[in-house]
């Protein structure tokens, strides 16, 4: 007699008639039926700049009480949006199969990454299919289930898919500035001059720059500094 497995999701574990409607539906039909109750919950997103572009994976798991006990972000390097979703999808993956957790209930934003490892759509592009099959099978080594949610519902992943750039951002905008581009104007004040112009007040440590404004620091900032050390 073949077992058949009853995956419970959260969302459905305080509906007890739709649970016992399942249930002996499949006792009628002889079946033996395993009942599994889904614990953990992820979320993954890709985002690409341009698709392809500059792109980023993103990912997290929560415990049963939903509060993250693993969060991921990291920058891809040039690839499509669909590429970059893939590979969000297999870094979870990956994260869930070290953790050994089983039957994870997964939820993306990615209509075809979706419904292409779950099974529904054909995968015809060469460039994912490696990317497809690997996620299949890790899909089917941690058992997990897989599901489509709306974007707004996937805010968490969708964030730290973003944070892979501000990251990359962060890393362009505090290299070397250079400093011939640097107009004095008194003792302490310069003009970096540059797509747009900006002053430097090293006095009261400040830029007009909109990356200064944010971090408190920029490469207008550490070029003016440089040359006042000299
Ligand atoms: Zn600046």
């Not at 969302?11 to 016992?20: H, I, P, V």
């Not at 990912?59 to 006990?69: F, K, L, M, Q, S």
């Amino acid at each position: 007699m073949s077992q058949v497995k009853l995956l419970i999701p959260l969302f459905l574990r305080g509906d007890k008639t739709s649970f016992f409607m399942l249930y002996s539906l499949l006792e009628d039909r002889k079946q033996k039926v395993m009942v599994i109750n889904l614990v953990y919950r992820a979320c993954f997103d890709g985002a690409s700049r341009g698709n392809p572009g500059e792109a980023g994976a993103g990912a997290v798991i929560y415990d049963e009480e939903g509060r993250p006990i693993w969060e991921f972000s990291r920058a891809l390097g040039k690839k499509t949006n669909n590429e970059a979703e893939y590979s969000a999808l297999i870094f979870l993956l990956e994260e869930i199969r070290a953790r050994k957790l089983k039957y994870v209930q997964i939820s993306g934003d990615s209509k075809l990454v979706v419904n292409q490892v779950n099974g529904l759509w054909k995968v015809n592009k060469p460039h994912l299919k490696e990317l497809f099959l690997k996620a299949k099978e890790l899909k089917k080594q941690t058992e997990s289930v897989l599901q489509w949610v709306p974007r707004d519902l996937n805010a968490h992943a969708d964030a730290l898919s973003n944070r892979a750039f501000e990251k990359e951002d962060e890393d362009r905008h505090l290299t070397a500035f250079d400093a011939s581009n640097l107009e004095k104007i008194t003792d302490q004040i310069y003009i970096a001059h540059g797509t747009e112009d900006y002053a430097v007040d090293l006095l009261h440590r400040n830029c007009s720059c909109p990356f200064f404004q944010r971090k408190k620091d920029c490469k207008h900032f550490r070029a003016a500094l440089s040359l006042e050390s000299r």
